[in-house]
């Protein structure tokens, strides 16, 4: 069925670390993915997406990677600052428009 | 907020009682979408609208209505709240080059 799940629910580091956020998705068809950030109290913002005929892109900071193989995708921040602490989503495109979101895991930075 | 308005932000109602959440948008963007997020469950789609009038289910449509008479505005009715319908509602828009979706700051709706 439609699900896009997360490896760990939660995750710590240190300020300055980088982070890994990792994510499964279950439609091998989708041709379209897209990283959200959820601060408290506010709507999913979008960080950078990837297109299935892509294993990475780059934004700034942020690296999108996505094995098809096994149908992974992952979102590395680097050198993590306070604020990019929040929930962070991936997403699934089914057909045209409809994204299938994951359960979302809370990335906690240590000072 | 990518030009993305939604009211009310905070709303307590009580059973039975019908509710109507707006969502306006700036962007002129063809497509728009109402979610509803809660703990456990994550994001999912309620209805969208692909254009004026044009207005299709998603997953939990059940006890929802949608109208779209204007391009910049999207309306999500409770014909008949219930409590089951507490939750963070959220709405979308797309219509860029990957229609990647934007969302809007968030209406909080409680149901007593």
């Known amino acids: 069925g439609e699900s896009v799940g997360l490896h760990l629910p939660t995750l710590s580091v240190q300020e300055g670390d980088n982070s890994i956020i990792n994510c499964a998705y279950s439609n091998s068809a989708s041709d379209y993915f897209i990283w959200y950030k959820q601060e408290s109290g506010k709507g999913p913002q979008f960080i950078i997406d990837?297109?299935?005929?892509?294993d990475k892109r780059q934004g700034q900071r942020v690296t999108v990677l996505l094995n098809k193989t096994v149908k992974h995708l992952s979102l590395q921040i680097a050198a993590t600052q306070p604020g990019d602490s929040a929930v962070y989503f991936c997403a699934e495109k089914w057909g045209a428009q409809k994204l299938v979101f994951g359960q979302g895991t809370r990335l906690t930075i240590n000072p | 907020d990518a030009g993305i308005t939604q009211s009310p932000r905070h709303k307590v109602t009580e059973t039975g009682t019908p509710v109507t959440l707006r969502c306006h948008q700036t962007e002129n963007h063809r497509y728009m979408y109402w979610y509803r997020q809660d703990p456990g469950h994550g994001l999912r789609l309620i209805h969208y609208?692909?254009?004026?009038?044009?207005?299709d289910k998603g997953e939990v449509s059940d006890g929802y209505s949608v109208s779209r008479s204007k391009t910049e505005d999207f309306l999500l009715t409770l014909e008949s709240a219930t409590s089951s319908q507490t939750s963070v509602y959220f709405c979308?828009?797309?219509?860029?080059?990957?229609?990647?979706?934007?969302f809007g700051p968030g209406t909080r709706l409680t149901v007593l």
């Open positions: 609208s692909y254009g004026v009038k044009d207005t």
């Open positions: 979308a828009i797309s219509g860029g080059p990957n229609n990647e979706q934007f």
């Open positions: 990837i297109r299935s005929n892509m």
